[in-house]
């Protein structure tokens, strides 16, 4: 027999290490791809207030006076009726 010729006792220590790898690395993966990604303007950036708003709008989300109104807060021209 060829005793000490085979690396049986690395193997018995690196291939748990390796399945515990493995396993953290599929985990990261599914949380990377299921959590939502951010909100992205033109160019691939993060999209400003002012750019969300004009997407809700465009989209149909709020109605002129909303749009007006926020607009108007966002950019400091605007009165609040509070």
Known sequence: MMY???PGEWLMILMPLAWIVLIAAVAWAVV?????????????GTATALQI???RYAA???DDATYA??????SGTGTDPS
């Open 32 to 44: 990377r791809l299921a959590r939502p990604s951010a909100v992205t303007g033109p160019g691939g």
């Open 53 to 55: 708003l004009d997407r």
């Open 4 to 6: 000490g010729y085979w």
């Open 60 to 62: 149909g989300e709020i």
């Open 69 to 74: 109104r926020m607009r108007g807060r966002m």
